[in-house]
């Protein structure tokens, strides 16, 4: 009850407030020793107040605000000291009285920047050379009927001599620097890179807006582009414009950090996107052919979960929970176009979009929990399963909606091409769904009947009945439907797959998912092992260390080549497992050899996926 008188109070008491703006002052000056500083000066009427930590956190579709970072929290107003008290079911949430006579109250608080291992946002976003400002983490704010009436003056200030971007219009430069009055909303959505190596690439394409990739290193070395770095984007930004046929930003930028000591992830927001990776990702020229499916996937996001965005993660404020269950198209669409960009602009190869596609197939058909789990239902558990890391994966499944979400998609762009005879597609329903006006931000929620709606103006079809049955299906096979109408079939051989050859390089490690049944580190660490595989009917455990082969002391090299005999061995191949404090010898009945999944062309169907990667846009780089 008391809960409620309060909800409603402060409700009347912002909407009379509502343009009055808040003041916050961030101090990054000590990111590099792992603290921020912030002061707000928040408009407020005598009596009970509420003040809120952000904690459901667009982009990242859970409960996932860093409360536990918030630490020296003060209040005051017109200079004393004001007593505080967390309400004792909502973590989230504080409550102070104002007293009489003060027309504001004035927060001081830290964030305590967290080592490695957390995900996201709320993982390590520091190092000595470099930071990432997610405004989320040092503000608070009253309880509001919308995020949007909520306005906010920021002022930044970061370590001498270091840069910064951010898609937040600068005032005034120097010291503090004084961004643009904004909503909450778009604060939050807002977030500020910098760090001592810092260079910002303009990304010449046919919008008429600018678009900018900013790059953040420990190392200059790591901000080296090649020659044709910047053409390669511009193609990926008009092939994105003539997919969508709008862009709903005044102007874009990728806020690209390149460093082993802050978490690794993209996150994205509606003129920017926060994207993480390893230091080598632009130096290595494997790393940097793969990271543009990172680049577009975020730069996708900007329609596909900004501009529209379902129902249900469309909330007013980050207090209010979110549900996930449309996550297929928000993360699955945007996965699907992430991969398939990147082809048009010739980021990536046609064999390279084949493998990433057969290593999607794959990966879900290694996911036996398939048949308990249906892929709705990682959708609607996202929230809990975006934590839920490697170990049972394959038996639990996991955000699957991302990789299965790439086959449903494709399966849907088949089939709008196979009711049409070829002449409409999913790039029809993208410029439908996502186009409108371009050169500002706006958000428009829609519900999966929108969908389906949609879906049938492109092309008149069951759509409802076949969503719902790739949603609701518990097939130990994963939607190949679209990879079989494109032309192809999934098939395995020996030969390298590019996308799962990457993955290995970069996590030092060998997959062996589609052979024994796990993959396995440089370091002998086995991964998640998948039930009713080789390795498992040996008894091998996820978590157990491999020690030898055959007698031999283990290495990757040592047990691939055991693997590729096994074809012609007569005997089993042997391990020594380390597990917990023992040691056991496990032999693993299999024959098969090595295996990877790739896409084989059948013959006498016409190659769908050739015809998918052809650009639709005459780029600006080929323009120049
Ligand atoms: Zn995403």
Redesign the pocket.
């Known amino acids: 009850m008391r809960r409620f008188a309060i909800a409603v109070g402060l409700c009347l008491l912002a909407l009379s407030l509502a343009a009055a703006p808040i003041t916050i002052r961030v101090d990054a000056s000590e990111a590099p020793s792992n603290v921020l500083h912030a002061h707000l000066n928040i408009p407020a009427s005598p009596g009970p107040l509420a003040l809120f930590y952000a904690k459901w956190i667009p982009?990242e579709h859970g409960p996932t605000g860093p409360i536990v970072g918030l630490s020296g929290l003060r209040f005051s107003a017109n200079g004393s000291t004001i007593a505080w008290q967390r309400d004792p079911v909502e973590m989230y949430e504080f409550h102070v009285d104002v007293p009489p006579g003060a027309n504001a109250i004035d927060v001081d608080l830290d964030y305590l920047l967290p080592p490695p291992g957390t995900n996201f946002t709320a993982g390590a976003s520091a190092s000595p050379r470099l930071a990432v400002l997610s405004w989320n983490t040092v503000l608070l704010y009253p309880q509001t009927s919308s995020s949007d009436a909520l306005q906010y003056e920021p002022t930044l200030r970061i370590p001498s001599n270091w840069k910064y971007a951010t898609a937040l219009e600068t005032l005034t430069g120097g010291g503090d620097i004084r961004f643009e009055t904004v909503s909450l909303t778009t604060l939050i959505d807002s977030p500020v890179q910098m760090g001592a190596n810092l260079k910002k690439l303009d990304i010449p394409n046919g919008t008429g807006l600018r678009h900018t990739i900013n790059l953040a290193s420990e190392s200059a070395f790591a901000l080296e582009t090649p020659s044709d770095f910047v053409s390669r984007y511009s193609r990926l930004v008009d092939e994105a414009t003539a997919l969508f046929g709008a862009n709903h930003y005044r102007h874009y930028d990728w806020l690209f950090t390149l460093s082993n000591q802050v978490e690794h992830f993209?996150l994205?927001h509606h003129e920017s996107s926060d994207d993480r990776t390893n230091e080598n990702a632009i130096t290595d020229e494997e790393a940097r052919k793969w990271v543009s499916t990172l680049l577009a996937?975020?730069f996708v996001?900007s329609w596909n979960?900004k501009y529209r965005r379902p129902a249900g993660l469309a909330v007013s404020s980050y207090e209010k929970p979110m549900t996930g269950e449309l996550l297929w198209v928000?993360?699955g669409l945007?996965?699907y176009l992430?991969e398939l960009l990147p082809y048009r602009s010739g980021l990536l190869s046609a064999e390279e979009f084949r493998d990433l596609v057969a290593a999607n197939a794959a990966q879900m058909t290694e996911h036996v929990g398939r048949t308990w789990r249906p892929l709705i239902d990682t959708a609607v558990a996202a929230q809990v399963l975006y934590g839920s890391g490697n170990v049972g994966v394959s038996q639990r499944r996991s955000v699957d909606f991302?990789p299965e979400g790439s086959l449903l998609w494709l399966d849907v762009d088949m089939t709008i091409r196979s009711l049409t005879a070829g002449k409409r597609s999913l790039d029809d329903f993208c410029r439908a769904f996502y186009g409108g006006s371009s050169g500002h931000a706006e958000m428009r929620p829609y519900t999966f009947d929108d969908l389906v709606n949609a879906l049938n103006s492109v092309a008149a079809y069951d759509w409802r009945s076949f969503l719902n049955q790739r949603l609701t299906s518990m097939s130990p096979t994963p939607p190949l439907g679209g990879i079989e109408n494109a032309g192809w079939r999934l098939v395995y051989n020996d030969q390298p797959n590019l996308a799962i050859q990457h993955g290995e390089h970069a996590h030092k490690s060998i997959d062996l998912n589609d052979s024994l049944g796990f993959a396995v580190r440089d370091t002998g660490s086995v991964g998640d092992v998948i039930p009713n595989s080789p390795a498992a009917r040996a008894g091998i455990a996820t978590g157990s260390r491999i020690i030898a082969v055959n007698g031999r002391k283990f290495s990757s090299d040592a047990l691939r080549d055991v693997i590729k005999a096994s074809p012609t061995s007569t005997t089993p191949i042997e391990l020594i497992v380390e597990a917990g404090e023992f040691y056991t010898t496990a032999r693993i009945a299999y024959t098969g050899g090595i295996r990877y999944p790739h896409l084989e062309r059948v013959t006498g169907k016409p190659d769908l996926l050739e015809v998918l990667g052809r650009p639709l846009a005459r780029t600006s780089a080929l323009k120049k």
Request: glycine share 30%; proline share 0%; aromatic share 16%.
């Open positions: 982009g993209g994205e996937h975020e996001h979960g928000y993360e945007t996965n992430g991302y």
